[in-house]
């Protein structure tokens, strides 16, 4: 069955960290995508990936960071974690001629104080 | 600049009544289409998806929806919503070639009452 990972359900960090988010894949898929979501606002795209080493800004990529050193993971880095950063971060994958079908974890919730 | 609107941030419904949820998109050329649902303390479920052809689609759970060119319109339906209908719900879009960026709305949160 497929399978998206997100090391952490909940996160609580301070001003200031960096931060590590990390998803795998199971499916080969080359396409990754990292997505805040918050009430009223939906899914915003913070980055996607499209091959190793390839990566693309979404909407709103300020403050946000990514690395795609090998298929199956995809990390999103805060530089310097701030208060508006505390969010759901849900992290998906999707092969391209696949039905565009997105596959998703369970998601991450950072809590930034 | 593209876009995809869901203008109804929450809709109630009575059990046993029809339901419509709009969507309306920006782009240059007709996208993907998708509906996700997304149930309360769950991931998001695909409910169905528009690449070509038939303009109305069917998906899971009896859901349905009808891509209007025209209008620019992926509009959900479901003739009789049930309880656990409740959820809060999402249009998403992808460009028809080049990059599969995938965009979301807004959403609209289902209330559904007895």
């Known amino acids: 069955d497929v399978k998206v990972t997100q090391s952490s359900r909940y996160l609580v960090k301070r001003t200031g960290e960096k931060v590590f988010l990390e998803c795998v894949q199971d499916?080969?898929?080359?396409?990754m995508f990292w997505y805040r979501q918050d009430p009223g606002l939906g899914l915003r795209l913070i980055y996607f990936?499209?091959?190793?080493?390839?990566?693309e800004k979404g909407d709103i990529p300020e403050g946000y960071s990514v690395s795609r050193e090998k298929k199956e993971r995809f990390s999103l880095i805060l530089e310097s974690a701030s208060t508006n950063q505390t969010s759901m971060y849900l992290c998906?994958?999707?092969?391209?001629?696949?039905?565009?079908?997105?596959?998703f974890g369970s998601g991450t919730q950072l809590s930034v104080l | 600049a593209q876009s995809v609107t869901q203008p109804d941030i929450h809709i109630t419904v009575s059990e046993g009544a029809s339901l419509e949820l709009r969507c309306n998109y920006s782009?240059?050329?007709?996208?993907?289409l998708f509906w996700y649902v997304q149930s309360p303390g769950q991931g998001l479920q695909l409910l169905l998806k528009?690449?070509?052809?038939?303009?109305l689609v069917q998906g899971i759970k009896g859901f349905e929806a009808e891509f209007k060119r025209s209008q620019s319109s992926f509009n959900l339906r479901k003739p009789s919503v049930h309880w656990s209908d409740a959820a809060e719900y999402f249009c998403?879009?992808?460009?028809?070639?080049?990059?599969?960026?995938?965009?979301f709305g807004t959403g609209t949160k289902l209330q559904v009452i007895p």
């Open positions: 998906a994958s999707m092969v391209p001629g696949g039905g565009e079908k997105l596959f």
């Open positions: 499916m080969d898929h080359e396409n």
């Open positions: 990936s499209y091959d190793v080493k390839m990566k």
């Open positions: 782009y240059g050329a007709t996208p993907y």
């Open positions: 528009y690449f070509s052809g038939d303009t």
């Open positions: 998403a879009v992808v460009p028809s070639g080049g990059y599969q960026k995938v965009t």
